[in-house]
Each structure stands twice: as structure tokens, then as C-alpha cells.
């Protein structure tokens, strides 16, 4: 019997099929060992040589897989091949010594039959080189961890932690939340004019020279003077140029372009995204009873593809889309920067299982993300789109107007992969001696006021691109990350951007006060550089002393400057405890800022922050009790003042009805890590949920139950029905009013 050992049990039912009966296939569940969870558990007078232990709920793992091993008579590593699949390999090896002191190593980056067959043909063994890259990381990230995060439990509050990258992505959204609290927007103004001629569809260009200079209007004054001296001046075609415009295809999907896109396309966060990936790669059944992987392995940074991939994508590109969209030679991709080059990108495993034929297999979710990695794969070896460009230059009195517009002559790879950013911008079709010197009428003119904008705030898909750009991390953990910012409270999501809340923003100023060198974005970068190194050889201990040293001195430094970083945090009020009469202070918990006893822990006194928020309904429970809105864990509630002698507490009702057939719940409004939603009062039964507020108004074009308020600042004051997008404009809580398109309310 032969023994294959892989991390994960869907993983070794695939696998387990591919293999003949003296093949047996056993599951680790994962990492089996780890650094203990309650000690620092690195020995740093010694090398910082870490002391792994069993974790918990592990041992039956072991015990199977270590029986296996007694019986087989050749044993195959078949973890995933990374760095972290690297090291559970390792340490699967260290088990098994006594049986096989040399296990196999089997490596595949797709879970398919002719892959994994080839890979315990030709195994190899396990790179070291890799494990201890794992290792280093590990080890730093449990400094950084173990001996930063206790600065914020005695200056904050307890419970929150600070990471290595975790805090550097937090301070990346800090500042630039204090970027666009600090910025002046200045106003600018444009003028458009609409010019005609004999047998010319009018079309519109826009001002660039004015007084034969670039424009500039800083106020309606100077926009007002200029559409002025517009409307007085006689003008015609100064040129007419055409030229090709050709756009590449993109590279397919890696680890952080693939999270980057399901955030934008399909609205994923990183964390689901990689959860869906791992299903189509670990394999699913298809209709014949095969079942396979779909994609390649999802955790990569290369944009490399496997030649004889390339050779079936361009077959498939020739006899199914037609040869026109395949390019003379395969297209070649290089990421700037150090890759996992061994690696290929994220690609289907065989691009004639298209989408269409995977329609009734996959989940939807799944079936959205298999065609987003099949598409972007298959376009990156198709050929360019092709567009022409008109530009089209208006001159007058001391004036130039400029029009563009864009004709698709061939769509290219945006066949399958459309651009969302694609210019449709259109002119009208122009007539014969359209070109210099041909007379021009001005129809109109508009003046129209601008404002410049602050700096965007992350979303989540930009902060995965900043943090790839800048080198902060793995691709691989950076949902993992942004997850943690949200566990804490450090982060909110609102409207798609990413928000730091008070308590994140407090964490931030304190990490970077007492540290301002290892949560640098360059010195984080620069770490990561060295951490890499180590796969090519480089002494983990050596790239950890050089760290730690550094890192030792900033610790003292940083306790020496706690006390006084506490008082600023812990401001004390002119309010007096009621309980022992000391001044109350201003202190963090999980939840946000509250008051406490500054006689803690004698006095353990603490009030809300702000009083809880008046509804004028009684307690149902209790006599004298008025419900009043409070903040929870999971959101806003109602509760009984009466608290903590009421405990009754009820969810914020809307006064809506659950719009599903057959249900008698009201949408309520909750909380999740991804901010406020309005569910269905009979959940779990009913899952229906709404991301908008709604409000007990029925459209009056089709008669829904509800419309909803929009979350959009430019739609703030509307109402907008979520059947027939009908919208209206809100007069009072009761009353809206009736917004005919184009109208003013």
C-alpha cells in the first residue's frame, strides 16, 4: 500500500479517485502544528528556534496518519505547493520519521488526473529552502504580535491585537482618511459648446484655450466672461485627426488581480473569494461522475501559463471564437518584481470546459467566479481590440474646442473579457469636406461648475492592489488581514469604501507614535525582500537577527513613552463617579469609547458614552420602563431603560413587511462585519435581507410594498423603488413626492 498525505479532506476525495486501489489518501485537516497560543513560544536567546506543539483536536489526524505510515511501503507529500503547504508537509515528515525517514514529494498546481498521476511519478523532495521561509515569517509575525500587542491592551483596551502587515494596512487607511478630512476642494469651471454645420448632426466639444491659453476658470465670473466672448466669436474645424487605438489584453488572474476584480465585479470580499476558489480547485462532480479541479492552484503571484495550456487555449481561441482573435504567437506575461515563478497563474485546468457547460454543475456564486477566470484566461491570448479615435479641434476668436470620439473596429479579446472602463463616447458621422475651414454654427453653450475631489478612499479591492504595489505581505493572507481589521472594530464598510473607526484610528496614532519604524510602509516592504530571500537560501536566523535587534530597542523606547501615550488616551472628564465620587474617564472597549471609574479596579463603575436615544415606547416587560435604541456587539437594539433590572430587548422594526409570498415577518434592521443590513424578523426560516433602509411607502408606478432609501450621497433625499427603480423625492417622514424624469422636485 502507498500512502499520500494532503491538508485537506475534499481535497483527498479528488485525489483519492485519480489513484489505484494500493493508493491510500489522508488528510492533515491543515497545519497540525503551530506555535503554542498562549506563550510566545520562540526561544530568542537561541537562535529564536521555535517551539512547535500539537494543536488542539489534531491528535486523531496524527494517530491515522501515523498508523498509515507504519503499513505503507512508500509515502507522498501531496500538500499545496506554497510555502505554508511546504511547511505542513514538514512537519507531517517529522511524524512519519520513524517509518519513512525520506518521504516523497508530490507537487501539482492543478487537481486533475494527468497532474496528480504525473506527480507520483516524478516526485521530488521536500525544499527546505521554503519551509524555512514559512518559518521566518511565522517567527517575526509572532514578535511583531506577542510583544507589540500588549502595548495596546495597557494603553486601549484589551482584546485587540496589532500584526506585523495588519497594522500597516491600518495605517494606510488611516492616512488617507486624514488625506480627504484635510483636503480644501478648490472650484474649477468647464464650458461645452454645441456646435452644427450644413449636413452635420450637432456634437459637442469642450473649451481647452481660451485667450489662446490653456484654460483655467476659477469662479462662474470668469466662466460667465469667457461663455461671453464664446458666443461672440465665429468659428470652424481647425483639424481632424484620426488615429488607431489598440489595448493589450490583461494577464491572467493572480492571488491579488483575482481578489481585485471580484470585489469590483461580483462584489466579493477577498475572504469569499478565495473560499469559492478553493472549491473549483479542490474539484467538483461533473455530469459524468469524473470529478476533477477546475482551476489551478488560487494562491500564486506568477502570471505565468504552462506551455501546453497555452497550446489548447490558442486551439480553442481558432475553432471555437474563430481565427481572426488569435494572435500570431502566444502572449508571454512577466510581473515585475519577485514571483513564485514555479507557479502558474490562476487558469481553468481545461478551457473547453467553458461556462456555458458548467451552468447546471457549479453553485452560482461558483459558476460567476469560474467565469470570470475563464474569460480573463482565455482573453489574455487573444488579440488586441481595435478602436479608431476622432479628435476634432474647433478654433474661434482666441478660442479651441476639442471633441473625441471612439468607433470599435474590432473587439479583440473584449469578446469575452469586456472592459468596464471601455470609451463609448460617440460623433456623429461627418460629412464629405468635414475638415479644416469648414464653417461651424454655435447652437449653445454651458457653463458647468466643478469642485477638484480628495484623494479616493480604499475600497476593498484597491488596498489589496496598494498593499501588492508597495510589497506589504502576501497576496495570499490579504483577505485574512482585512478580515482581522474588521474583527476588531478597527475598520467599517461603508458605501464599498473602507472606513477607519475611532478605535482603529486610535490604535494607528499610538502604533506609529511608539513605533514609527516597523509599521513604515517602506521598512515593511524592505522586510518582505529579505523574508523572500530566504527560499533562495538565505539563513532565516540571520534575516530574524537583523530584525530583532532594531525591533528590541524600539520595545524600550515604546514602554518608556506608555505612560504618558495612557494619559492622553484615558482623558478624564469633569464628571464624578456616582458610585465613590472620583472623576470618571474616557476609555476604549470593543464597542467604542465609554466612561469608567478612575478608581478602577476598586471601582468599577462605567456609563455609555452618549445617553441611550429615546423611541417614547414603554417596556412591554416591566412598569415605568421605556424602550431607548442601544448600541450592541451585533448592532442597533431596542432595550428597556430599566436595564439591568428589565433585560428585555427587541431588533429596530421598519414598519415593512417581508416582500417573500407566504412569509409574516418585518424587516428588522442588524449588523454584520460588513456594516448594517435589514433582514427578515423570521430568520432563520426567511433569509431575505436588503442592503438599503426600507421605508413603509409603496411605489405608486407598480405597487411594491416598500421603497428604499439609497445609500449613494448624489440620490441622498430620494427614495427609490427596488422593483421598478421608479424614485421619489421625500418631503417629510410620511410624505414623498412624485420625481418625473428630467423634472426639478
Not at 480604499?458 to 501588492?468: C, Q
Amino acid at each position: 500500500m502507498n500512502l499520500v498525505i494532503v491538508e485537506s479532506p475534499s481535497k483527498a476525495k479528488t485525489i483519492k479517485k485519480f489513484l489505484g486501489s494500493d493508493f491510500e489518501v489522508a488528510a492533515s485537516a491543515g497545519h497540525i502544528k503551530d506555535l503554542p497560543p498562549k506563550t510566545l513560544g520562540i526561544d530568542v536567546e537561541h537562535d529564536f528556534l521555535p517551539s512547535y506543539e500539537l494543536i488542539a483536536g489534531k491528535k486523531k489526524f496524527v494517530d491515522s496518519i501515523q498508523k498509515l505510515a507504519s503499513k505503507a511501503k512508500a509515502v507522498y507529500i501531496a500538500t499545496d505547493p506554497d510555502r505554508e503547504g511546504e511547511a505542513i508537509g514538514a512537519h507531517v515528515a517529522e511524524l512519519i520519521f520513524d517509518y519513512h525517514p525520506e518521504p516523497h514529494r508530490a507537487l501539482f498546481f492543478e487537481i486533475t488526473r494527468n497532474s496528480v498521476q504525473q506527480a507520483i511519478a516524478k516526485p521530488g523532495k521536500i525544499d527546505h529552502n521554503k519551509v524555512d521561509a514559512q518559518v521566518a515569517r511565522r517567527v517575526v509575525d509572532r514578535l511583531v504580535g506577542y510583544k507589540v500587542s500588549p502595548f495596546i491592551w495597557k494603553t486601549v483596551a484589551k482584546g485587540l491585537s496589532a500584526g506585523r502587515v495588519q497594522s500597516v494596512a491600518l495605517r494606510m487607511i488611516c492616512d488617507r482618511e486624514t488625506e480627504v478630512r484635510a483636503f480644501i476642494p478648490e472650484e474649477y469651471w468647464s464650458i461645452h459648446g454645441l456646435f452644427s454645420g450644413e449636413k452635420l448632426t450637432p456634437f459637442e466639444a469642450e473649451l481647452v484655450k481660451y485667450k489662446d491659453k490653456k484654460i483655467h476658470l476659477g469662479d462662474e465670473a470668469a466662466a460667465r466672461e469667457a461663455a461671453k466672448h464664446v458666443r461672440h466669436s465665429h468659428h470652424k474645424v481647425a483639424s481632424v485627426d484620426k488615429s488607431e487605438q489598440r489595448t493589450k489584453p490583461y494577464a491572467p488572474y493572480t492571488t491579488s488581480t483575482l481578489q481585485q476584480d471580484t470585489a469590483r465585479k461580483l462584489r466579493l470580499s477577498g475572504k469569499r473569494t478565495m473560499a469559492l476558489a478553493q472549491k473549483l480547485y479542490e474539484g467538483i462532480e461533473l455530469p459524468d461522475g469524473e470529478v476533477t479541479g477546475l482551476i489551478t492552484y488560487m494562491r500564486t503571484d506568477s502570471v505565468r501559463t504552462a506551455s501546453e495550456a497555452l497550446n489548447v487555449a490558442r486551439n480553442y481561441i481558432k475553432s471555437d471564437i474563430g481565427g481572426k482573435y488569435l494572435p500570431e504567437k502566444a502572449r508571454y506575461y512577466r510581473k515585475k518584481g519577485r514571483t513564485q515563478d514555479a507557479h502558474e497563474a490562476i487558469r481553468p485546468t481545461d478551457v473547453r470546459r467553458t461556462p456555458a457547460s458548467l451552468k447546471d454543475v457549479l453553485e452560482e456564486s461558483q459558476w460567476k467566479l469560474y467565469d470570470l477566470i475563464w474569460s480573463r484566461f482565455v482573453a489574455s491570448q487573444m488579440e488586441d481590440s481595435v478602436s479608431e479615435v476622432t479628435t476634432i479641434e474647433v478654433e474661434g476668436d482666441q478660442t479651441l474646442f476639442r471633441a473625441r470620439g471612439h468607433v470599435r473596429l474590432f473587439d479583440g479579446f473584449q469578446k469575452v473579457y469586456p472592459l468596464d472602463s471601455d470609451n463609448n463616447a460617440k460623433l456623429p458621422p461627418l460629412p464629405v469636406g468635414f475638415g479644416p475651414g469648414f464653417p461651424l454654427a454655435l447652437e449653445n453653450v454651458e457653463t458647468k461648475q466643478h469642485f477638484t475631489q480628495p484623494p479616493a478612499r480604499y475600497t476593498e479591492a484597491s488596498l489589496v492592489k496598494a498593499l501588492d504595489e508597495l510589497g506589504i505581505g502576501r497576496p495570499s493572507t490579504y483577505a485574512t488581514i482585512i478580515g482581522v481589521l474588521f474583527d476588531r472594530t478597527y475598520i467599517k464598510r461603508d458605501r464599498r469604501k473602507l472606513l477607519p473607526t475611532d478605535l482603529g484610528e486610535t490604535v494607528a496614532k499610538i502604533l506609529v507614535e511608539l513605533f514609527p519604524d516597523i509599521f513604515d510602509v517602506g521598512f515593511t516592504a524592505r522586510m518582505e525582500e529579505q523574508l523572500d530571500n530566504v527560499e533562495d537560501g538565505t539563513s532565516w536566523i540571520t534575516v530574524i537577527k537583523e530584525f530583532y535587534g532594531p525591533f528590541e530597542n524600539s520595545l524600550e523606547v515604546a514602554e518608556s513613552k506608555r505612560s504618558d501615550i495612557k494619559k492622553k488616551v484615558q482623558e478624564v472628564t469633569d464628571k464624578n463617579c456616582e458610585k465613590c465620587g472620583r472623576p470618571m474617564v474616557l476609555k476604549w472597549g470593543r464597542r467604542g469609547r465609554f466612561l469608567a471609574c478612575s478608581g478602577f479596579p476598586e471601582c468599577k463603575n462605567s456609563q455609555p458614552l452618549e445617553a441611550p436615544q429615546e423611541t417614547g415606547l414603554m417596556c412591554p416587560d416591566c412598569d415605568g420602563g421605556k424602550l431607548v435604541i442601544k448600541q450592541g456587539k451585533f448592532g442597533r437594539f431596542l432595550g428597556c431603560s430599566n436595564y439591568p433590572k428589565c433585560k428585555h430587548v427587541e431588533p429596530i422594526k421598519t414598519g415593512v413587511s417581508c416582500p417573500k409570498p407566504d412569509c409574516a415577518g418585518e424587516l428588522v434592521e442588524r449588523s454584520s462585519k460588513k456594516g448594517r443590513f435589514w433582514g427578515c424578523s423570521a430568520y432563520p426560516k426567511c433569509t431575505y435581507r436588503s442592503a438599503q433602509q426600507p421605508v413603509p411607502v409603496e411605489c405608486d408606478q407598480c405597487g411594491y410594498p416598500y421603497m428604499v432609501s439609497p445609500r449613494s450621497p448624489q440620490d441622498e433625499g430620494q427614495l427609490i423603488c427596488p422593483k421598478c427603480k421608479h424614485t421619489a423625492a421625500v418631503k417629510t417622514d410620511a410624505e414623498v413626492t412624485t420625481v418625473a424624469s428630467g423634472e426639478d422636485a
